[in-house]
């Protein structure tokens, strides 16, 4: 978040980025956080993941493993990204402007919370589901543990070799941006 929080202006608009819900930001650390809080929360799931394409349960660490638990935490991740932006909202909008913003009030910050909720959502399922394609699992069978890299004694669990982590982070970060982008219009 803190990467985030300087006030920038935009080059349609006169508001400020973050109080101008069409931009792409809010959803995008909203997406980035939920995966991260899905899996470094959803690891710790008392059940075992199942990959989000095929339902069959794989190790824990698995890309494109699926728990209640990571997908709950997610969601969570994509809420607290929403409040957070409404806080900072809230707090750096002078009073006497607040109808110069019409991002700032209750239902609306209620609205733009619930799109947070829904982009970590969004963006949690979009990684899993690239994760379990196009980037490789696998179960190193001398250490037991799952690692990113085709190899000697690594058993093949999911996805195919195409992206990196870091790829899939970006491009799920693109496509739950451009998935969200139409619920704004509804906001």
Request: aromatic share 8%.
């Amino acid at each position: 978040v803190a990467s985030g929080l300087p006030r920038v202006r935009s080059a349609r608009s006169s508001l400020p980025l973050f109080s101008h819900p069409s931009l792409p930001e809010r959803r995008h650390y909203a997406c980035c956080t939920a995966d991260t809080w899905s899996s470094e929360l959803g690891i710790l799931s008392p059940s075992h993941p199942i990959l989000i394409t095929t339902w069959r349960h794989v190790p824990p660490g698995t890309n494109g493993g699926v728990s209640p638990l990571g997908t709950a935490a997610g969601f969570a991740g994509g809420l607290f990204i929403g409040a957070a932006f409404c806080i900072f909202d809230w707090v750096t909008c002078p009073t006497h402007l607040t109808a110069e913003y019409p991002y700032i009030g209750t239902q609306a910050q209620l609205q733009l919370i619930a799109v947070g909720g829904f982009a970590g959502l969004a963006g949690t399922l979009v990684d899993s589901l690239l994760g379990a394609t196009l980037q490789f699992s696998g179960l190193n069978q001398r250490l037991n543990k799952i690692v990113n890299q085709p190899g000697e004694d690594v058993k093949h669990v999911s996805g195919r070799n195409v992206l990196s982590n870091c790829q899939v982070n970006f491009i799920s970060s693109f496509i739950t941006c451009m998935l969200t982008a139409s619920l704004f219009a509804c906001v």
